[in-house]
T-cell receptor, first 114, second 113 residues
Framework: EPEVTQTPSHQVTQMGQEVILRCVPI?????FYWYRQILGQKVEFLVS????????KSEIFDDQFSVERPDGSNFTLKIRSTKLEDSAMYFC????????????FGNGTRLTVT | EDKVVQSPLSLVVHEGDTVTLNCSYE??????LLWYKQEKKAPTFLFML????IEKKSGRLSSILDKKELFSILNITATQTGDSAIYLC?????????????FGKGTHLIIQP
């Protein structure tokens, strides 16, 4: 069964550094998402992306975050200047059509900011 | 602000027991409710519910939605140790774009042998 793949599985970075989290959504999916889950807390929506532009973003997704689909298969999340509180599990997700269609999640990237 | 509340937050039962997990929600312009199972990493999709009163079933798992009372339940019968996981409820609401899901805190289910 096709799946969403994310790399790396774990990234450790120093505060203030830039990180890029990478995702390959399921190939015939059109809608792409990033979520994050701080340890012990809820899964939280960050941003949705469709037709090469951001569709919606949450208040968490401030100016330090950006997303890009640099080619036909990758979908990236960049955090420009990481803070300690950015430490979390970041999940990429995709869906084929807008409705009705479930989101399929990748295994996540655990980001640790030291 | 949209809200999704799950109960109980944690539950410990013995293998073979039946469990019922609850999810209530308050969202504007409800579109669908989804259940996910989260073991070590990615939430894996279980059910998507859009209509009231229609039970969705997959093996020992089943779920139903009540749009009048704004809740859903997830039932697991004859539980096995492999059912141990966090069960997440999420609600999708209509909006202008490709709206994200609002998740509950999850129910941490532990099945003891």
């Amino acid at each position: 069964e096709p799946e969403v793949t994310q790399t790396p599985s774990h990234q450790v970075t120093q505060m203030g550094q830039e990180v890029i989290l990478r995702c390959v959504p399921i190939s015939n999916h059109l809608y792409f998402y990033w979520y994050r889950q701080i340890l012990g807390q809820k899964v939280e929506f960050l941003v949705s992306f469709y037709n090469n532009e951001i569709s919606e973003k949450s208040e968490i997704f401030d100016d330090q975050f950006s997303v890009e689909r640099p080619d036909g298969s990758n979908f990236t999340l960049k955090i420009r200047s990481t803070k300690l509180e950015d430490s979390a599990m970041y999940f990429c997700a995709s869906k084929r059509v807008l409705v009705p269609s479930p989101l399929h999640f990748g295994n996540g990237t655990r980001l640790t900011v030291t | 602000e949209d809200k999704v509340v799950q109960s109980p937050l944690s539950l410990v039962v013995h293998e073979g027991d039946t469990v019922t997990l609850n999810c209530s929600y308050e969202v504007t312009n409800f579109r669908s409710l989804l259940w996910y199972k989260q073991e070590k990493k990615a939430p894996t999709f279980l059910f998507m519910l859009t209509s009231s009163g229609i039970e969705k079933k997959s093996g020992r798992l089943s779920s139903i939605l009540d749009k009048k009372e704004l809740f859903s339940i997830l039932n697991i019968t004859a539980t096995q140790t492999g059912d141990s996981a966090i069960y997440l409820c999420a609600v999708e609401a209509e909006g202008g774009g490709a709206d994200g899901l609002t998740f509950g805190k999850g129910t941490h289910l532990i099945i003891q042998p």
